[in-house]
């Protein structure tokens, strides 16, 4: 004769990972100084996520964290004191509550060193109100491009920068500044190559705006001065 049966039991089967993804840096860029790692760890259920830097025998941690991160950043990596030319791999491992793990990673080398300024500077007027300036570049083989300065703030911004350089590098070695008003303008270019790091600023030089009428002033006699003759 048979028992009763049991109450039933419910088993929930899980072995989906966690998502994970660097989004920055990208595979194989360049990286300098303190570089942002960014991209998502996530999962409902997550346990940690882990962000290690690897380079042969030598393994930093560079972050663990139990929060899940949907997109943004998920550690910070400084490579100040880290070998020249050095390459290395930005892993991200995230585990969740059930053991499912999933990792990525990322290889990026090491440039910490600068650009040589860029060389034979020059401006000129080539308009009433158009300056032309040029310079040559430097011997480094990973330029990206150069920002050219107008008295200390760059030519082709409209004000002030705040952010990020990089949307305002010049390609070529030639820039025609246009619609200078009247006075001296006095100009600099720096290079900056894939990794971001910048030169120290080239040799100055300046060129002077004069599209205005010349100013005269008839000094003496005064105004007004009565004459007995002639």
Same mark, same amino acid.
């Given at each position: 004769? =048979? ?21 920055s ?15 998502t ?11 290690i830097a ?6 930093l ?6 929060l899940?991160?949907?997109v %943004?950043e ?9 070998a =020249? ?27 910490n060193?600068a ?5 034979g500077?020059?401006?000129?007027l ?17 330029l ?7 008295? %200390? ?8 920068v ?5 949307p ?10 246009a619609e200078?008003?009247? %006075?001296t ?6 290079a900056?190559?894939?990794?971001g ?19 005269v ?9 009565r004459?007995?003759?002639?």
């Amino acid at each position: 004769q =048979e028992s009763e049966p049991s109450n039933p039991a419910e088993i929930t089967v899980d072995r989906t990972p966690p998502e994970v993804r660097i989004f920055s840096p990208q595979d194989g860029a360049t990286v300098s100084g303190v570089v942002e790692i960014r991209g998502t760890a996530f999962a409902v259920d997550l346990f940690e996520y882990r962000v290690i830097a690897e380079s042969g025998p030598q393994s930093l941690e560079l972050r663990r964290s139990p929060l899940p991160v949907q997109v %943004g950043e998920l550690a910070s990596f400084d490579t100040t004191t880290l070998a =020249e030319g050095s390459s290395w791999t930005l892993r991200l491992v995230a585990e969740d509550t059930r053991g499912n793990e999933a990792s990525a990673e990322v290889a990026v080398p090491v440039d910490n060193q600068a650009p040589a300024a860029p060389t034979g500077r020059n401006a000129q007027l080539t308009g009433a109100d158009e300056a032309t300036v040029s310079w040559q570049a430097p011997a480094d083989a990973d330029l990206r491009g150069y920002l050219l300065y107008r008295d %200390g703030r760059l030519a082709n911004a409209d004000g002030p920068v705040i952010g990020p350089l990089e949307p305002f590098l010049l390609e070529a070695m030639t820039y025609v500044d246009a619609e200078l008003p009247d %006075g001296t303008f006095t100009y600099e270019v720096y290079a900056m190559d894939e990794a971001g790091n910048l030169s120290a600023p080239s040799n100055r030089d300046s060129v002077t705006v004069e599209t205005g009428p010349p100013s005269v002033e008839i000094v003496t006699p005064e105004n007004g001065r009565r004459f007995d003759q002639p």
